[in-house]
Every structure is written in C-alpha cells, then in structure tokens.
C-alpha cells in the first residue's frame, strides 16, 4: 500500500521528537492507570468470580428491592429534574436574548444567577432549603407556624437540583439562541406569523437537537450527583447514595462495585446518545453565526409576565444562596436571631477548621495547575498532531466526563486498596494525600480538556507551522507559542479546576482516610448530624474561597489578559 | 547572505489523501518530478487544488511523501521534523506571532538557534532594513498592514538564512497594486540574498513576472516545466496554452512537412508554419494561435467572417468565424489600418512562426491516471 510511506514517515518524525513522545506516553499511563482501569476493575469485580465469568453478581445486586428503587428514584429524578431545568434554562436564555430588558439590574440579577452555581459547593442549597423548610426553618415554622415540617424527600432533591442546573442549560441555551439567525424568524414574521407561531414553527424545531443536548447534561449531571440526595434525601436512596452506603454502612465493596457498573452504563449511554448524536445535531441545524443585531421584544404583554417570572426564580435562588452566610452568624436558627461568632470560633477550636481549610485548599492548589496543564497538552495533541495513540487519550479524558464521581470513588478503592488487580502493586499510592490529589485531577481534566479544544481551535494552524519551520520542536512551539495565546483559557482552566477540586466531594469522601480532613466532607458530617449552624460556617468559608479565586481570575485577565498584552507596547 | 544556496529535487512524490466525503483514496500529487537549482526562482502554478500548497508543505515537512523522496542540497529529507529542515515558509495568512512585536518575530528563529543577543540584534535590524521596516521594531503585528505584516513574515523567514525559501501565495491577501509591487521587491530581495525559492500562486501574471522557471500543474500532476518564455509560447498541451494566457486552437492535420517547416490544413485552407516536431504528414494536430499575434486584414491566411467587433479602449476586440472555428483576435492598433464590424468578410494573419503546433488533438496528455 502506497500511503504505508507516508504513515512510517510520520511515526519516524514525531520518534524524532522526544519530548513529545514521552509526554504520549506519560499522558497514556496516567489516563490508563487512573480513568481506565478503575473502570476496567469494576468489570471485572462485577463479572469475574473465582469460577470465571458471570452474571450472578450483577443480577444479586439487581434482585434487591431496595437497590431497584434507588433505580427507579434515580430515573425519575433525573427526567424530572431534566424537563424542569431545561424549560427553567430556557426561558432565562430566551428572555436574554429576545427581550428587551430594561434595567441593568435585571442583567446583573442574570449574571449572578449564572455563576452561583460555579463558585458554591454543591450541597450549598440544600443546605439553605434545610434552614428556610425545615423543622426550625424561616418560612415552614417562624412565617407559617408548621411543626414537624418534613423536607426530606425526593421533591426536595428535585427542587435543589433544578435549581443547581437550570443556570448551565440557561448557559447552553444562550449559546444555542444567539446563534438563529435573526431574518430566519423575521422571514417567518414577515409572511404574517404570530410571535408565538413564529417560536413554535421556527426557533422551537432549530432548537430542539440543543435542547435535547441541555436536558440529557442535566439527566446526567443529576444522576452523579451525591451531595445533595445525601443531605436532603432522607430515607430516599439514589444509586450514587446507595453505591456510597454500601461501602460505609455495609461493607460490601464488591457489592458497590456492581452497583456502580449499573450507574456507570446509564451514564454512559447518556453520553454517547448526547455526545455523537445531539451535539452534532445541535451544532449542524445552527451552521451560521448570526449575521444581525435581533429586534428585541418590547411588547408589554409579552415582556412584563416573562421577565417577572425569571426575576422571582433568580432572587428565589439567590435568596437561598444568602441563607447559608445568614445562617453561620447567628445564635439558634429558628428563635434567636443576634448576631454571633460563635459558629466561627467553634469551627476553628473545637472541630479543627484550620487544618480542613489547609488540607482542602493546598491539595486543591497542587491539584489546579496539574489539570490545567495536562488538560491543555491533552487539548494541544487531539487538536493539533496525529499520531496513533490520539484516539485512546482524547476518547479516556473525554470518557471521565461520563463517570459520576461515585463510580469513580468505587473504582479507585477496588483498584487500588489491594494494589493492581488486587495484587499489591501501586498499593503504596492507596490512602495517600497524592491519590486525592489524582481523584481531583480527574474529576476537572474533562471540562479543563473541553475548553482547551475549543480555544486551541480557534488558532490559525499555521501559525505554530511558522514556528515550528523556523526550528522550534514541539516543547518549544507549545511553550513561546500555543501556551501564551490560550493564557486566558488556561488561566480559567486553572480557577475552575481549583474550584472544582475545593468543592469536590461525590468522589473524594469515599478515598479520604481519616488522617485528611476534607472541608466538603466535614460540611457533609455537620449537616448529616444536625449542627446546620457550623456547616453553613464551612461553606461560608468555602464560598468565600472559591469567590475570592474567581475574581482574582477576572481581575488578572482583565489586566494581563491575553487581549490586553496585545494592545500594549 | 545564505550560507549555501540548496537546489531541491522531487523525486517520484506522491502524496494521497483520503476523501473525506467518500472516503476513498486518492492522488493530490502523482508522481511528481522537479529538479530546482540552487539559487533559482521557481513557480508552482496551477489551478484551485491541483497540489500546489501539498507540494510545499511536503518540502517544508508537515506532509510526509506517500512515494519518493525529496532532496534538499543532495540530501535526502523524508525523514527530517519541519524543524530540523533548512527550509523557511512564508504563510498565506502571515502566520505571525501575534504575542510578539515586530523585532520578537523576526527574532524568534535566531533565538531557538541560541545566538547571542548581539548577533541577532545585528541580524534582525539588517534583515529590515532590507524588507524596509527600519524603526518599526516595537510595533505589535496587529498594529501593521496587509504589506507591512507580508515584509515581517519575509524578514523571518529570511533572518534564518535557510537553504530554500518557500512561499505560499503570500500575496492573495493584498490588493492588487501591493501585490505588484510586492512581488518585484520579493524577487529584488531573493535575488540579493541569492536564495532558492518556491513560490506557489494561481495567479499567472504574478509567476510570468518574478519566476526563472514555471511548474505548471493540473489534478497532482506536473504538466509542464519552463521559463515563462516556454510556457507560454511553447505551451505542451491545450491546458497548459489555455491556463496562461489566452489562446486560440485549430484544429486540423499536417499537409507536408519539409524540414523543420511544414504546411497544415485548417477547415481546408493550407496554412504554413515555421517549426514541426515528430509529425508525419497526415497526423491530427493542433495550432495554437496566441490572439494578440494575429491580425484581421484584408489578405491573409484564413478567410473569415467577423462575428464580434469592440472597442474596448486601448484594442479592438474581435471575433471571427473561421468556417466552423472561432478565433479571437485583439489588435492593439487598429487606428493604424482598419477597424472591422460584424459581418464584414476578411482574413486572419499571422506568421508561421507566430503559431505553435501541437499533436493530436493537443487535449492534456496525461489524464488517464
Ligand atoms: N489534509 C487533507 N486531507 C484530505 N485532502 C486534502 C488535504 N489537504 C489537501 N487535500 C486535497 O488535496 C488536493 C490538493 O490540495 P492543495 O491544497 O495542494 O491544492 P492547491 O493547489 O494548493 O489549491 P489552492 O490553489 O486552492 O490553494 C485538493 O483536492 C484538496 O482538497
Ligand atoms: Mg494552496
């Protein structure tokens, strides 16, 4: 075969190239070792007994009741939680982009509703639903005078989890309707539509692939969720919750193992059927950017009742947000209202805040630059080289995106607390801060990996070609050049993977030992125990953490961003 | 200035691509045999597709030759990284550093080679004094012009001292006056500093105007080889005359041949011509008739009836119905004899010498791939 030079040509040249080929092969050690193969030791946990294959273990798992109704919840929350976020997300995107807001304030209210999610841990609103519902809450029993309030339960999963991830499909929905082409609608207007036949007969059919696309991420981001059925659930099992009780009420690693395949092949279907279906689609009906300014919608009729609507969701969500602060700084939630410290102090004397706070925020500091410099060399070879293995790295960093933290908890215990294949290699890393420290760069390398293709697309190839002919080897070209012109997006990869680390909980409380305090997994225990007032002083904490290294980003980039280098000298 | 002017040779380069559509295999460049010498101003001229930029880009080192081998100063080069490579591309769209200011860019190369900052100061500022860009060296990329960011993206190229420069239609993104006189300054500049180029272009006056030789291409195949000079009047095929420039065919067969001369009948009328290769008489051939080096008149070669006539300025713009053929014609001084309208009878003139022969039916000879 003809092209067989060419192909040994190219193998010859990136062999040539020797920082490049041990980066390949570190990246697919890494990707093997601590994605893949905990997934593979599930299989096989779950699929090999002492006499060879079988299905028994799956269908023992499969035959308990309880574990058929963790099933079942699962679904059900996950469809509802999907319908509700998605027409939530869309009608926040919608009105953005079609109505003519009047005020700053509303933009603003937006914008804030957008990036609460991002910057708080995520059982931060069950948290809140607790103190406002609950037995002593604001509005169940200071305002309506209930006793006995019960908000354990899968309504109150559902409501916190609409309202965790109604901002990412407003945030994908957003992209999606800017995206119409304005004179497509005024095209449809002009022949004599209504504003509602236009949206039915128009925008609704060219979006559909992207709203499929926005209700399947929230199906499965509800799925994987843990911290929130676990605080809120009350005697509701999810599997992610069923999977984590396993293991620590009964014991039964392998037991969690099968439970975790049955959670990992709902995910995965999921994510193919979204990944190389609907966004293709979504991404194929919308070619064009949008060649116009839109008209926006002034109508009173149409206007006053949608914006009214998003306002009182948005400061719905944010008020909840506030709560949690509100909650740490006062006496006795429920009756005394003055003001105190003393959460605070009782956070940092009695139950060793301190050393959580440090634990937490250096793992998540050595964690952050790993994953963004590893999601940005994944992003750099899928986008810009060919070579054999690049397949296997893109599919695996991508694969993580599907894997629920739970899962993935499970799968480092099984595969490596008796070592390799429970034979003792590797069995060192087992209990070690730096196993953490992996958990976490594995839970951000799909989202930091991403974005990082997304903006390594957007450089003119030829611009490292021009590098590369003036004799830069691969190292140097991804160091002076590729790496300067994504700083923006490397520098958002960084925050979000710290913030993401800081926050992580889902995987990370079933690898801790108790030698590591956990900020998370403390808020966790505090809340599982009652003591509400110091677990809203933890994330208090953590918010403002998390917030602080948000803003610093936005700052940094605002002065030394990549855009603003250019414009100097 | 280069340390060693480096001829490249090409020898038998295929390169196949896969269809992505289709998903069939298929030749962008078949076969490919191209010998430059040191020092000379080569061409790759062509049609949208026909291989051009996968030619450089295989010299350059970002594609890998599916068959044959390229050499560059003798050596053989198919296995070396672009890098490693003692060639320097000059990018249709720049491809500058947009981080870097106009002194960085140029720098760039001299720096990976680990030259000290003096030498490489001297370089640079020698380097755009040439190009012209003397003071300018703080300027971003983003502060330049079409022209301006054109002469940085030469002067990196340049700075390096490469065996071989190569150009991929460095000048598609300016308009038209820039492009005329940017290509006289590359060609002053590329002969000052005595260095092998290959430039790929589509447009035709730009490669008439700069190239010591022309590589004509068609569908991955090397049509023809030759100084503008041969392109154009000793054009191999219909293609090759039909490309560059425009022509007229005739399309008859050979009466006598007596030496190097011969006589051809055209639509019945004997038509002399001044040089015959390797044709018998009573072969098919073609005459290729360039319309500026015949005449309308009223005694000729080929009687005619005029079927277009118009002024377009600085010529007349006719044409003519030669029995069944039609030729175009432009005089350029039709003050000077006579201007014809339509339906007018008259003759078509030229001199034997003034037409090129062509076998057969003189259509592209190497289509059956
Ligand atoms: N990476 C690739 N994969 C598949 N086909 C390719 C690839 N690059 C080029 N081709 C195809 O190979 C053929 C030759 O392409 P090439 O870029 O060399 O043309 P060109 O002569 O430079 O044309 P132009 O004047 O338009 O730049 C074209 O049919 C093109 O579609
Ligand atoms: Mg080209």
Same mark, same amino acid.
């Given at each position: @075969? ?112 957008? +990036? ?39 309504? %109150? ?13 407003? @945030? ?77 009420? $009964? ?84 009756? $005394? ?40 060399? +994944? ?99 991804? @160091? ?42 403390? +808020? ?28 610093? @980003? $936005? ?7 990549? %855009? ?6 | ?53 996968? *030619? ?20 053989? *080069? ?24 106009? !002194? ?120 023809? *080889? ?5 392109? !154009? ?95 175009? *014609? ?40």
């Amino acid at each position: @075969m003809a092209t067989a030079q060419g192909a040994s040509l190219d193998r010859k040249k990136l062999m040539a190239d020797p920082i490049m080929v041990s980066t390949i092969v570190v990246l697919v050690v890494f990707l093997t070792l601590f994605i893949i193969y905990p997934l593979v030791i599930l299989l096989v946990d779950s699929f090999i007994s002492d006499n060879g294959f079988t299905f028994d273990i799956i269908k023992g798992v499969l035959a308990k009741p309880a574990f058929r109704t963790a099933i079942s919840n699962t679904l059900i929350i996950g469809a509802v939680t999907g319908v509700l976020s998605t027409l939530i997300g869309l009608l926040f995107a919608y009105v953005e982009v079609y109505v003519k807001l009047r005020t700053k304030f509303l933009a603003g209210l937006f914008k804030v509703v957008s +990036i609460l999610p991002v910057v708080s841990p995520p059982f931060v609103l069950s948290l809140s639903m607790i103190l406002l519902f609950g037995r002593s809450g604001i509005i169940s029993k200071t305002l309506l005078g209930i006793q006995d309030s019960n908000i354990y339960g899968m309504r %109150s999963i559902i409501i916190i989890q609409t309202m965790t991830f109604f901002p990412v499909c407003y @945030m994908m929905l957003k992209g999606l309707l800017k995206n119409i082409d304005p004179s497509l609608e005024e095209a449809a207007r002009d022949m004599g539509a209504s504003r509602w036949k236009v949206f039915t007969s128009v925008t609704w059919p060219l979006m559909l692939p992207g709203i499929g696309n926005a209700f399947l991420v929230t199906v499965m981001e509800s799925i994987a969720d843990f911290a929130n059925p676990m605080m809120i659930g009350g005697n509701v099992d999810t599997l992610a919750t069923s999977i984590y009780l396993q293991i620590t009420g $009964n014991y039964d690693k392998q037991g969690a193992a099968a439970m975790a395949v049955v959670l990992l092949s709902i995910t995965f279907i999921m994510f193919f059927v979204q990944k190389y279906i609907l966004e293709a689609k979504a991404t194929a009906t919308l070619s064009g950017k949008a060649s116009r300014q839109r008209m926006l919608i002034t109508d009173r009729s149409v206007r006053v009742p949608l914006v009214v609507l998003c306002s009182a969701v948005a400061i719905f969500v944010i008020a909840m947000y506030i709560c949690v602060p509100y909650g740490s700084v006062i006496t006795t939630w429920g009756r $005394n209202y003055t003001l105190t410290t003393k959460w605070y102090e009782k956070v940092f004397n009695l139950y060793r805040g301190a050393q959580a706070f440090t634990d937490s925020f250096i793992m998540a500091l050595i964690a952050a630059p790993l994953t963004a410099l590893l999601s940005m060399i +994944i992003s750099y070879l899928v986008v810009k080289k060919k070579f054999a293995l690049k397949g296997y790295i893109e599919l695996s960093s991508m694969l993580a995106m599907a894997v629920p933290g739970t899962v993935l908890g499970v799968g480092f215990i099984r595969g490596y607390a008796n070592g390799l294949f429970h034979t003792g290699a590797l069995q060192f890393i087992y209990g070690t801060t730096a196993i953490l420290i992996i958990v976490f760069i594995v839970r951000s390398l799909p989202t930091g990996t991403r974005s990082g293709i997304s903006a390594l697309r957007q450089i003119d190839k030829s611009i490292e070609e021009s590098a590369y002919d003036m004799g830069a080897n691969s190292f140097e070209v991804f @160091m002076t050049v590729t790496l300067p012109l994504i700083k923006d997006s490397f520098l958002s990869g960084l925050v979000t993977a710290f913030v993401r680390s800081i926050t992580a909980i889902s995987a990370v409380i079933l690898v801790v030992t108790p030698a590591t305090l956990l900020i998370t997994v403390q +808020i966790n225990e505090y809340a599982n125990r009652g003591e509400y007032a110091v677990a809203c002083a933890f994330s208090t904490i953590l918010i403002l953490i998390t917030y602080a290294a948000v803003l610093g @980003m $936005n700052i940094f980039i605002k002065y030394f961003g990549t %855009s603003k280098a250019q414009e100097e000298d | 200035m280069a340390k060693e002017k480096k001829g490249v040779k090409i020898d038998h380069v295929s390169k196949i691509y896969q269809d992505p559509k289709t998903g069939k295999d298929f030749y962008a460049v078949h076969d490919a045999n191209i010998d430059i010498a040191p020092g000379e101003f080569v061409c790759l001229l062509g049609p949208s597709g026909c291989g051009k930029t996968t *030619i450089l880009r295989m010299i350059a080192g970002f594609e890998s030759p599916d068959e044959g081998e390229i050499y560059l100063g003798g050596e053989p *080069i198919n296995d070396l990284t672009p890098n490693k490579r003692d060639t320097a591309m000059v990018f249709q769209s720049y491809a500058l550093l947009p981080h870097y200011n106009i !002194y960085d860019n140029v720098a760039y190369g001299l720096k990976l080679r680990k030259m000290d900052e003096k030498t490489i100061k001297e370089k640079v500022t020698r380097i755009l004094g040439l190009v012209g860009l003397e003071g300018m060296e703080n300027r971003m990329t983003n502060q330049l012009s079409g022209g301006q960011q054109q002469r940085v993206a030469l002067a990196r190229a340049l700075v390096i001292e490469p065996g071989v420069l190569l150009f991929d239609e460095p000048l598609s993104n300016l308009d038209a006056k820039l492009r005329v006189d940017m290509r006289n300054e590359i060609r002053r500049i590329q002969q000052e500093a005595g260095i092998t180029a290959v430039y790929v272009t589509h447009d035709q006056s730009e490669a008439m105007a700069i190239s010591d030789q022309i590589i004509i291409m068609k569908k991955g195949i090397v049509d023809q *080889i030759g100084t503008p000079h041969e392109i !154009y009047y000793q054009p191999k095929d219909e293609f090759v005359a039909d490309f560059i420039g425009e022509s007229n065919f005739l399309h008859g067969t050979m009466k006598s041949i007596d030496g190097g001369s011969g006589v051809a009948s055209i639509e019945g009328f004997d038509v002399p011509i001044a040089a015959v290769s390797e044709l018998e008489p009573g072969d098919d051939c073609t005459l290729v008739l360039r319309p500026e080096s015949a005449l309308l008149a009223d005694k000729g070669v080929l009687p005619c009836k005029v079927s277009l006539s118009r002024f377009m300025g600085h010529y007349q713009n006719y044409q003519v119905m030669v029995g069944g053929t039609l030729v175009k *014609i432009t005089d350029f001084n039709p003050k000077n004899h006579k201007i014809y309208e339509v339906g007018d009878e008259a003759f078509v003139d030229f001199k034997p010498a003034d037409v090129h022969v062509l076998h057969g039916e003189g259509g592209f000879t190497v289509e059956n791939i």
